[in-house]
């Protein structure tokens, strides 16, 4: 398995303006690529001289449209799949069955919900964002809508981050 350690310290680790730049990097390539956790980029100690809320505000923005931008490239490439066969049969016969998992419970999300479903999925905290993603892109058909709803999603699983951990400092 590959180790993708380096890639959350740069971004727990990401100031200035160019953090923005890592944090914009890391949200796109784990909306199509990497299985890592989106919350990561809440810990970049950006030091952007717009006090905390306004370095939280950047960060989520930034964030979801990085997130969007790579959703709608993984749409991209769920459309092309949708028309390739052995992709699909390359994914059943992989290790964890993501065709049997989609069709499991985010299908049945996303034949309820469709772009709302979407964007609770990705506000669910923790869990891998491309999985959802994926499944998504295969179901559905209008990239707009399919960004619009990933930026929603991301945006909001950040604010949920955001709001707990600000519940928890005051407790403590």
């Not at 999300?109 to 964002?129: E, H, R, S, T």
């Amino acid at each position: 398995m590959l180790d993708f350690h380096w890639l959350r310290v740069l971004v727990e680790t990401a100031t200035g303006w160019a953090g923005l730049g890592i944090i914009a990097v890391y949200s796109f390539l784990i909306a199509f690529v990497l299985p890592l956790p989106s919350e990561v980029v809440l810990a970049a100690p950006l030091q952007l001289g717009v006090g905390y809320w306004g370095e939280l505000s950047a960060i989520i923005l930034v964030s979801g449209l990085g997130k969007a931008a790579g959703s709608v490239f993984a749409f991209h490439l769920g459309q092309e799949a949708k028309e390739s066969g052995p992709v699909i049969s390359f994914l059943r016969r992989s290790r964890f069955d993501v065709v049997q998992w989609s069709e499991n419970k985010t299908v049945e999300i996303a034949q309820k919900y469709g772009y709302i479903g979407l964007a609770m999925a990705l506000c669910v905290p923790g869990f891998p964002d491309t999985l959802s993603i994926y499944a998504f892109s295969v179901l559905e058909e209008d990239y707009l809508k399919f960004a619009l709803a990933t930026f929603a999603g991301s945006a909001g699983r950040l604010v949920l981050w955001a709001a707990g951990a600000e519940a928890v400092l005051a407790v403590i």
